[in-house]
């Protein structure tokens, strides 16, 4: 089924350890972006990209990069974890550029679940 | 972006309409009203949207005021599985930065 898939869906890193977590999604979205989810929190917008090629910060982008080398993937990459790291991470997608369609929300993936000890 | 206003939790009985309000008094003309909801640490899901009209969906009803300084959500029958954090978010129309702003949301709960 199309939709958005992210990678692992648990992990437990040590303070320092780096790790990428995927996001990969195969509806042709230009729109990618990371949230950060943290007990009784909303979602916080980590960074974003708008196309191949073209990336941002969004609320809380220290000590995370991206990138995005082709359409379909945006991978997170924590560069030196750290405890303050631990949250649920989800990736999202839309297309910007479609006309009014169920799509024309954001789709969600079903997160990753970090722990950082 | 506009901020939203959204009460902490609200309770449903099952079979009734769920009526969630959301106050964005600081909308601009090119903002976008949208509704996502997450159950239980899923990841959110998109419901609805839109700018002034009232909107209708298979999922829910968007009414927003003349003024679009608030709208509501309604689900029509709600059920036991529409437990969930409703998030009312606005953001500036498509083509333009697209970032969505989560605020802390909406605990529904719905009851036998």
């Known amino acids: 089924n199309a939709g958005v898939t992210q990678t692992p869906k648990f992990q437990v890193l040590k303070t320092g350890q780096s790790m990428t977590l995927q996001c990969a999604q195969d509806?042709?979205?230009?729109?990618m972006s990371w949230y950060r989810q943290d007990p009784g929190m909303g979602l916080r917008l980590i960074h974003y990209?708008?196309?191949?090629?073209?990336?941002d910060q969004g609320e809380v982008p220290n000590g995370y990069n991206v990138s995005r080398s082709t359409t379909e993937d945006f991978p997170l990459r924590l560069l030196s974890a750290a405890p303050s790291q631990t949250s649920v991470y989800f990736c999202?997608?839309?297309?910007?550029?479609?006309?009014?369609?169920?799509?024309?929300?954001?789709?969600f993936g079903s997160g990753t679940r970090l722990t950082v000890v | 972006d506009a901020k939203t206003t959204q009460p902490t939790s609200m309770d449903c009985a099952e079979g009734r309409a769920a009526n969630l309000p959301c106050n964005h008094s600081t909308i601009s003309g090119n903002e976008y009203v949208y509704w996502y909801r997450q159950i239980h640490s899923q990841g959110p899901q998109y419901i609805i949207h839109g700018l002034k009209n009232n909107e209708t969906n298979e999922m829910a009803s968007l009414i927003i005021t003349e003024d679009r300084k608030s709208s509501t959500l309604i689900l029509p029958h709600a059920t036991l599985r529409d437990t969930a954090v409703y998030y009312c978010i606005v953001r500036v129309a498509r083509g333009t930065a697209s970032k969505l702003t989560f605020g802390t949301g909406t605990r529904l709960q719905v009851t036998l």
């Open positions: 509806m042709n979205h230009e729109y």
């Open positions: 990209s708008v196309g191949a090629g073209i990336t």
């Open positions: 999202a997608s839309s297309s910007e550029r479609e006309p009014r369609h169920l799509s024309y929300g954001y789709t």
